[in-house]
């Protein structure tokens, strides 16, 4: 029996214009009971279905369906990673773990590293440390954990972890780079008293780095192949900016008091409410929507953990003429995160606190205390931005009131937030000449600077209606794009409808009630009673699966070409992008047969008193974050949504059918996936076009035969993975070294290193450490991994070519010979297409090859630049986002590839598309080869007196001739740079200390050969000057520069 409200102890019956009264218990153990309207019933969480009204079919092919786990349990025991992060200073407690809250690095390591005399390292260098470790452990259903680790290390296992920075918005303070680096953890012995001999409780540890313009941190642990069989596992290991320290050095919320008390009527009965934040750059995530209270949760781990706080605001409401407020509450309605800025809208008033984030901003003084904006405005909503954009983030306000018909557009940047109302001549109802509008929802498109509003008209004449309406805001232009229809189209029995003005309609009227823009796939959605979308904001498809008499909530997106959709009435419908038909996840039969499937396996996330929270994407994948009732006692978790398993049980309890076999019948399902294997192939190495540089570090090895490490030896290890970081930060400069690596300087070092590894094997070496200065490296030959980038970056031209191999047929379990089917045949059964949301950009080409013997396909797919939508740039600027769309024809929702984490959707693949000049890549001048021929042409040497490498003299009087490189960071690649350039002198001074950067009119007199002030710096033999012959433009082949007198 499926409801729409969570349920407690007794039964929930629902008549028409009744009341449904459910009985339960409260914090203090008394009963309590709510009052909900039907049908809408909140809080509409998963039911729990009653077993005893479960047909027997359903029972059986719960069964059926069970994951091959459960039958392998006594083989395969289900093992989970568990991180946490903890001080410095804390290594080797138990039970404790800390928040990422202080940013400063240790300097206490000298003492440790002045031990180490004979040793690869600098004794003339300070080394500094992170102030955090990443403690690491795992444990296995049905035995301890302390027994595990230490059976796990005793086997050879080693936890590997890549630390991924994510990059920041603002790329013109910081340099745009994708950074990993693969640290090995070392085994460490708990500090709690043991009686074992050698070890009681253990842990692994790594170092947890910073970095300066990141706050937001992946943590990916998996094995190193040894030991027992653990899945890979992410974790977000966020800085968490909105912490301070008291003076008995806990930790405080700066935005308000943590309540430690989730009392249950704050979730009970509550609808859910979108998790709005900017999507991969917050640290900090925020969810309003508790009923009567200024309160909300906060995580920094994607609610792995979170809390509950009371915010700092004064709540002060003010009604007038001009903004009436029919009723007050304390409510925080809508609540917007950003990657260092949290947004609230209590009634009509809008509230930000900015973080401390020292590693992002110049100051590191955050808000100190809630900023009240748009004082005067009577604000009816905030409106998130998901993507970023130009270096900033943005946020809408909608007003209504004596504002109405405008929007406050935010921007934020470096913390700094600044609103302007929009339009800025007049308002749309003035633009669109109506007497009444109401703007109900706003989508921002930064890269086209585009703004669109979905309002709603009021015209005395005739009913209310509804346009989407775009203004330009580089020039101001206001115009109309799309009249949404009246009542909504009898799509009569198709799955989608082109709406061309000429199709029939229902009696149902067309209620919108917001938008939202996939700034990928360039998918604009328009939502309420109804889902309509379109590639180019005019034309509209109209998806007639999901039913007219339910209205859309929220929607989710993960960026990766999934969506979910959340009801008023808390169903979840599933839409895969690029195609038109939704599935029905919660309430659904493949969610019943889901449930069953977890009382077998005695889940502890799933009770039949639930209310769900939020939903939203983390990684691709779906979570819930949901307040569980059990044994009257509340808890919030956080669950992954199944939607492969819902999706694949749903396809076969709806297509089964029986087959007799002799005198009794079997029980056979339809499979309409139109190829049983699917693999991609030749996939290029990643790096060139993921763009991912990554470091590797493994941890000094101990002299102690039992291989655990002490305190100091895990110092060191922090030393040196803070002294590799900071080789990679020094290489990002405007000149070349010697050596194209980072770490170049840092390898001289090998040439010693037989003489270091014979000490550690006679038991010689410092401090019992042995450092192996090959386990600290840059690497430039990453392979792929059998699937394709996270996201693929294109330039001028370049392409990117993989295959895809699928095979029909060979799914069967009887032992027969297996039909050869002809060229025709998988022609006509298996197809590819490729779907581009800018096909002016960026192209596709498919050639297919039939591999007759095999019944197999070999699709060869080349993804490539068209070298007409980019614009000379920095490295990592001004990218355009688009995508690229693989899809297998009629696997939408039918095919699913069995592996060890459960079923995995195959036949679509949705890939990121960055078109632009890279990051990674830099142009940099060539000392060396400058020095060279400089000398060679000019017939003499010349240098400072005093020789600095990295900043070498030039004499006055010698014609000077400069080289330029190209590199790349990432591959390794560097080259001598063939185009064209200007060279312009911007700054200068009598000294180093004195050098000031010139304004635009002294660059003009000091470098342009138009100049009549004989303020001209230098000059040169070539001809050739830019169209408006204010500049020469060198290249590599030029006759040189000469100094004027």
């Known amino acids: 029996m499926w409801g729409g409200g969570a349920k407690s102890g007794g039964e929930t019956r629902c008549k028409c214009k009744c009341r449904c009264t459910t009985r339960g218990s409260s914090r203090t153990g008394e009963s309590w009971s709510h009052v909900a309207r039907c049908p809408a019933m909140y809080p509409a969480g998963p039911a729990w279905p009653k077993l005893r009204v479960l047909r027997a079919l359903w029972a059986l092919l719960a069964v059926l369906l069970a994951p091959w786990r459960l039958w392998a349990k006594e083989d395969i025991q289900e093992c989970i990673w568990h991180v946490v992060l903890i001080k410095f200073e804390a290594v080797g407690e138990e039970g404790r773990s800390d928040r990422f809250f202080d940013l400063e690095p240790l300097e206490s390591l000298n003492s440790v590293f002045s031990l180490l005399v004979d040793a690869p390292t600098d004794q003339n260098e300070k080394y500094l440390g992170f102030p955090y470790y990443l403690k690491i452990n795992y444990s296995c259903g049905g035995e301890s954990s302390e027994a595990q680790v230490r059976k796990g290390h005793l086997t050879g296992l080693k936890p590997l972890v890549l630390v991924t920075f994510q990059s920041p918005v603002n790329f013109h303070r910081w340099k745009i780079e994708q950074l990993q680096i693969q640290m090995e953890a070392a085994p460490f012995r708990s500090k709690e008293r043991c009686n074992a001999e050698e070890v009681c409780a253990m842990s692994w540890y790594t170092p947890m780095p910073i970095k300066n313009g990141s706050v937001v941190m992946y943590v990916d642990v998996r094995s190193n192949g040894l030991g027992p069989f653990i899945q890979n596992k992410r974790f977000h290991v966020n800085i968490n900016g909105f912490l301070q320290k008291q003076q008995d050095n806990t930790l405080q919320f700066t935005v308000g008091n943590e309540i430690f008390n989730l009392i249950p009527r704050y979730f009970i009965n509550v609808p859910s409410r979108p998790l709005w934040h900017t999507v991969n750059q917050t640290p900090v995530l925020i969810l309003g929507g508790i009923p009567d209270e200024k309160s909300v949760l906060l995580t920094d781990t994607s609610f792995t953990d979170f809390f509950l706080v009371e915010l700092n605001i004064d709540s002060c409401w003010v009604g007038s003429f001009y903004c009436p407020q029919a009723s007050f509450t304390a409510t925080i309605y809508d609540a917007i995160a950003t990657e260092s800025t949290l947004f609230i809208r209590q009634n009509q008033l809008v509230y930000y606190f900015t973080g401390t984030y020292v590693t992002l901003h110049e100051s590191n003084q955050g808000s100190g205390s809630w900023v009240r904006v748009l004082a005067n405005e009577c604000i009816k909503k905030l409106c998130p931005v998901h993507a970023h954009g130009n270096g900033s983030e943005y946020i809408m306000a909608l007003t209504t009131g004596k504002r109405e018909g405008y929007v406050h557009f935010g921007t934020i940047t470096d913390g700094r937030v600044s609103f302007e109302l929009l339009p800025r001549q007049r308002s749309v109802c003035e633009g669109l000449q109506v007497v009444n509008c109401s703007i109900i929802w706003a989508v921002f498109i930064a890269g086209d600077y585009n703004l669109l509003l979905l309002v709603q008209m009021e015209d ?152 769900m929270v939020t939903l939203f994407y983390e990684d691709t994948k779906l979570y819930q974050l949901v307040y569980l009732m059990k044994n009257q006692q509340g808890q919030l978790v956080k669950r992954h949504v199944p ?14 059918f029986f087959k007799r076999q002799g005198s009794h019948l079997t029980l056979s399902f339809t499979n309409f996936c139109p190829f049983s294997v699917m ?9 060139v076009y993921s763009r991912q540089e990554r470091y ?43 050596v194209h690596d980072s ?143 693989l899809k297998v024809a009629g696997a939408v929702g039918h095919c699913f590839q069995n592996t060890h984490q459960g079923p995995r959707m195959q036949g679509n693949l949705m890939v990121p598309v960055l078109i632009g000049c890279p990051p990674g890549k830099r142009l940099a001048f060539d000392i060396t080869y400058t020095l060279q021929y400089n000398r060679l042409q000019n017939k003499h040497y010349f240098d400072c007196v005093r020789v600095d490498p990295e900043m070498p003299c030039f004499l006055f009087r010698d014609v000077f001739y400069p080289f330029f490189l190209i590199q790349d960071l990432v591959t390794g690649d560097s080259g001598s740079f063939q185009g064209s350039y200007v060279l312009k002198v911007v700054g200068g001074g009598p000294t180093l200390d004195t050098i000031r950067e010139y304004s635009e009119e002294e660059i003009y007199r000091f470098n342009s050969p138009l100049d009549k002030t004989h303020s001209l710096i230098w000059t040169t033999k070539n001809t050739t000057t830019t169209k408006d012959s204010a500049f020469n433009i060198m290249s590599h082949q030029s006759l040189g520069i000469e100094s004027r007198s």
Not at 831 to 860: H, M, T, W, Y
């Open 460 to 611: 005395p004449t005739t009913r209310k209606y509804f346009q989407v309406v775009s203004y330009d805001l580089v020039s101001n232009y206001l115009a109309i794009l799309y009249t949404i229809p009246e009542f909504i189209p009898d799509a009569r029995g198709l799955e989608f409808l082109m709406l061309l003005g000429t199709e029939s309609h229902t009696t149902f009227l067309m209620v919108p009630k917001g938008m939202f823009y996939n700034q990928y796939s360039n998918l604009l959605y328009i939502w309420g009673n109804f889902l309509l979308q379109s590639y180019n904001y005019e034309n509209f498809i109209y998806l007639a699966d999901f039913p007219k008499e339910q209205s859309i909530k929220y929607l989710v997106n993960s960026f990766r070409g999934d969506m979910a959709i959340v009801t008023e009435t808390e169903e979840i419908w599933y839409l895969l992008e690029g195609s038109y038909q939704m599935y029905k996840l919660f309430p659904s039969r493949g969610w019943e047969v889901h449930i069953n499937l977890q009382v077998m396996h005695q889940s502890s996330v799933y009770t039949p008193n639930e209310t």
């Open 643 to 656: 939607v492969e398993q819902l999706l694949m049980y749903q396809q076969l309890s709806n297509h089964y």
């Open 679 to 687: 693999r991609l192939r030749d996939l290029p190495n990643p790096q």
């Open 696 to 738: 590797q570090a493994r941890p000094p090895r101990v002299v102690e035969p039992s291989g655990f490490h002490n305190e100091n030896s895990l110092a060191v290890y922090q030393g040196l993975v803070y002294y590799l970081l900071c080789l990679h930060s020094e290489y990002h400069k405007p000149y070349a070294d010697r």
């Open 743 to 885: 770490t170049w300087s840092w390898s001289n070092k090998k040439q010693d290193q037989d003489y270091y590894f014979y000490l550690a094997s006679n038991s010689q070496s410092p401090g019992n450490v042995y450092i192996d200065m090959a386990s600290y490296e840059k690497i430039y030959d990453l392979k792929a991994d059998y699937e394709l980038p996270e996201r693929i970056f294109l330039d001028k031209g370049t392409s990117y070519v993989f295959s895809v191999f699928l095979r029909v047929g060979g799914q069967s379990l009887e032992f027969t010979p297996e039909r050869v089917l002809t060229s025709e045949e998988l022609k006509s059964t298996v197809d590819l297409g490729v779907v581009l949301a800018d096909p002016g950009c960026i192209e596709a080409v498919v050639k297919q090859k039939f591999l007759i013997n095999r019944n197999s396909v070999l699709f060869r797919v080349t993804l490539s630049d068209k070298r007409s939508c980019f614009d000379q740039g920095l490295s990592g600027h001004h990218l355009l986002e688009t995508s690229m769309l």
